[in-house]
């Protein structure tokens, strides 16, 4: 308590001019992202906190750096992201996205915990206080997502509720089960009641759902969706008092599309997120700084985009001390170069300069060891190709899923396609192509098969450990030979992603961290993933989507319409099983 009221009283003295401040960022052109004007002025810090915007340029400092009339705008806010889909642990992370300008995350690591549970989500809590970027959690809901696949663990509220009182924790996570709400299951309703008398926020999880649906998430006490891909999604949401989330990650690329139901009225009920976003394009282009760009080239005027980015994110996770530039406020600010390509010059984390020019000034040193059941998490059975064989017995009409590049839903076909010897076969030139998923957590050797088309590939397999959300092991091929070398390159390396070709391995990206995420150093994951661009596109010339995390997402059992578990092939829209072979 001693400390806390000396820390007050230095920043009120400094607030006063009774003291000198730790630093002042002098000459910027400040962003009020209260009420979206720009007023140049100097940016005063103690401790940490904003303790004045100031005018008249007439405080003094220890420290002190020339802005050059540079627009200055308050750090930016992820309000949903899964950090595991970056392959990247929460410390790595922090250093990829601190020099873009992203000072404050809100993570669900639902990922995870499918595969190691509480003890994962222990693992994510403990890496991210090792770094400088500030990553909140929200506690996964649905582990498993549904009784519809196996995931490596499940988690019920008498597991989530000692780390309610955790100070990094927010809330509860994107609520996937909505049947499980809709009908008022007391296993969901626990959570979500434990949550809410914690004074914590509950997030939604709202794909494909209607209004009448809404409106019982909204009687629930659920806040938030991330899953509209259309403007009237997104406004219908807003009229119920969601918060929408704004998405734009590597498969779900939804903002130029969710842009028009954003209006001067109703703006403040958006915010932006990413999801879930590979490490290359993390790399390059950024997370929230990228959506701003492209909201901007969009026509949305550049300071309500970073309000979006910045107080809307805060408001909406409770977050008081974040978001804006004014006394009060936490000292997370960027310096600009150019406001219209939102090019960031240098970020600054509680007063203190963490990132310029696009690089750490003082890179994070250590990760957390992860315990052995989270490094040695994939058992795989024996895979043959009769254990991959589709057969067919009256028709050759199959129900296929169908991808959409870049999005997360599918759609549902019924189409002929070939069999012999009684069997589906893999037809390139139609583009029908193979895909299993693998129970990889406790042995049950479960075999979920399917057709899928959409992908374009030519020859060779690929498969990955990353299939959402219960994380089995998910393979898609023109053959079962290459397959077969797929699966078990996967159970060689613990985890990871595989490209196949002939027989031969072609390049792999061991994912040692619950077969999700990699604790090589960053230059070495980059290069490994780069390499495994090269092969993917060696077997694929033609590829313009993201292949690996479009595939990735074929596997969650409730995003429609059609998906495929360890257990079969699953209707979202009826949310059942259902038969190969179509009636």
């Given at each position: ?528 993933l780069s390499e495994l661009h090269e092969a993917m596109h060696s077997i694929h010339p033609t590829l313009d989507f993201h292949l690996f995390l479009t595939l990735s997402f074929l596997s969650l059992p409730v995003i429609p319409s059609l998906k495929l578990t360890d257990t079969g092939l699953f209707d979202v829209t009826a949310f059942q099983h259902i038969s190969i072979e179509a009636e």
């Amino acid at each position: 308590m001693h400390s806390a009221i000396e820390k007050l009283q230095k920043r009120i003295a400094v607030s006063q001019q009774l003291h000198p401040a730790d630093f002042i960022l002098r000459n910027a052109r400040v962003a009020d992202v209260f009420s979206l004007a720009w007023t140049t002025a100097d940016i005063v810090v103690a401790d940490g906190m904003i303790v004045a915007i100031d005018t008249t340029g007439s405080f003094e400092g220890i420290e002190e750096l020339d802005a050059m009339e540079r627009c200055v705008v308050p750090g930016l806010i992820d309000g949903h992201i899964h950090i595991e889909s970056s392959m990247l642990t929460p410390s790595a992370f922090g250093d990829v996205l601190l020099p873009h300008g992203i000072t404050t995350v809100v993570t669900d690591p639902h990922e995870i915990a499918n595969v190691s549970g509480v003890e994962g989500i222990e693992f994510m809590l403990k890496d991210a206080e090792t770094s400088p970027m500030d990553i909140f959690v929200m506690l996964p809901s649905s582990v498993p997502s549904t009784s519809f696949e196996h995931a490596g663990a499940k988690l019920d509220a008498n597991d989530l509720q000692p780390l309610l009182s955790h100070p990094s924790v927010l809330g509860l996570a994107e609520v996937m089960d909505y049947p499980s709400v809709l009908r008022g299951d007391t296993d969901m309703l626990a959570k979500l009641a434990l949550t809410q008398e914690a004074g914590l926020r509950i997030d939604g999880h709202g794909a494909g759902l209607q209004r009448e649906q809404i409106r019982g998430y909204r009687a629930a006490g659920i806040q938030t969706d991330h899953e509209c891909v259309t403007a009237d999604e997104a406004r219908d949401r807003i009229s119920q008092g969601m918060y929408v989330l704004i998405r734009e990650g590597s498969a779900a690329k939804n903002l130029n599309a969710l842009l028009p139901a954003v209006t001067a009225h109703n703006a403040r009920r958006f915010l932006f997120c990413t999801d879930d976003k590979h490490l290359d394009e993390l790399v390059d282009e950024g997370s929230i700084d990228h959506a701003i760009r492209l909201a901007i080239a969009a026509g949305m005027e550049p300071l309500q985009a970073i309000q979006l980015a910045t107080l809307n994110a805060a408001e909406c996770y409770g977050l008081s001390a974040k978001g804006a530039l004014a006394a009060g406020f936490e000292a997370d600010f960027i310096v600009l170069d150019d406001l219209a390509t939102f090019n960031v010059a240098a970020v600054w984390k509680k007063g203190i300069k963490v990132a310029e020019h696009g690089v750490m000034l003082n890179p994070t040193p250590s990760q957390e060891k992860c315990s052995v059941r989270i490094s040695q998490s994939v058992h795989l059975p024996t895979i043959t190709k009769e254990k991959l064989a589709i057969p067919f017995s009256t028709s050759s009409k199959a129900t296929i899923i169908e991808i959409i590049p870049n999005q997360l839903v599918t759609n549902k076909l019924i189409e002929d396609v070939e069999i012999v010897d009684g069997v589906f076969v893999p037809n390139i030139e139609l583009d029908q192509l193979k895909l299993a998923v693998i129970e990889r957590h406790h042995h049950k050797h479960s075999i979920g098969l399917g057709i899928v088309k959409g992908f374009g590939l030519k020859q060779g397999a690929v498969a990955t450990t990353i299939a959402h959300d219960s994380h089995n092991a998910i393979v898609l091929g023109t053959n079962d030979s290459d397959m077969i070398v797929a699966i078990q390159e996967l159970q060689d390396i613990q985890g990871g992603l595989v490209v196949v070709n002939e027989g031969r391995v072609l390049a792999s990206l061991p994912l040692n961290v619950a077969g999700l995420m990699t604790q090589v150093p960053l230059d070495e994951a980059i290069h490994s993933l780069s390499e495994l661009h090269e092969a993917m596109h060696s077997i694929h010339p033609t590829l313009d989507f993201h292949l690996f995390l479009t595939l990735s997402f074929l596997s969650l059992p409730v995003i429609p319409s059609l998906k495929l578990t360890d257990t079969g092939l699953f209707d979202v829209t009826a949310f059942q099983h259902i038969s190969i072979e179509a009636e």
